[in-house]
């Protein structure tokens, strides 16, 4: 099920066209290949930065910024607005799904920064280096890791 959280301000965050958050469960767990809700839990996933970002093939829409769970994507402001301002910095630096990209990453991360949200960055960084890590993921660590030597450097 789909569900319109919020959209965005174009004026806000300098975009053209028309950009919603939208809260999906099921695309999430799918995309990161979740197959119970529980896992989250098992491998200390913060659901936060599950986000997908897409083009969007609906009428009323340009882009879909999709998250796990809405309220919880929102509780914490300064992750909130990283968030969002990184995966807007897709639009130029595209990365397909599945694939990863550390200079796009960077370029995105970059784009949040200069958009005032340095702390909200670290603090996303923070939690995929731990979920990375208890997923023992060593590709997503490093990649993890350079964002964060860029973000500090
Ligand atoms: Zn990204």
């Not at 670290?122 to 995929?128: A, G, M, N, Q, S």
């Amino acid at each position: 099920m789909k569900c319109i959280g919020e959209l965005l301000d174009s004026e806000k965050y300098y975009v053209n066209g028309r950009i919603a958050i939208i809260e999906n469960k099921e695309a999430v767990m799918k995309v990161f290949g979740l197959k119970q809700e529980q896992w989250l839990k098992v491998w200390n996933i913060d659901p936060r930065i599950l986000t997908l970002f897409y083009k969007s093939y609906e009428a009323e829409f340009d882009w879909f910024i999709v998250v796990y769970d809405y309220p919880a994507f929102c509780a914490d402001q300064e992750i909130k607005e990283a968030i969002i301002w990184h995966e807007l910095g897709h639009i130029e630096y595209p990365v397909y799904e599945q694939e990863l990209n550390v200079d796009s990453e960077i370029q995105c991360d970059g784009l949040a920064i200069k958009n005032g949200h340095k702390e909200g960055m670290r603090k996303v960084l923070e939690l995929t280096l731990k979920m990375a890590s208890s997923l023992n993921h060593e590709i997503l660590s490093q990649i993890t890791t350079e964002r964060q030597m860029k973000l500090l450097g």
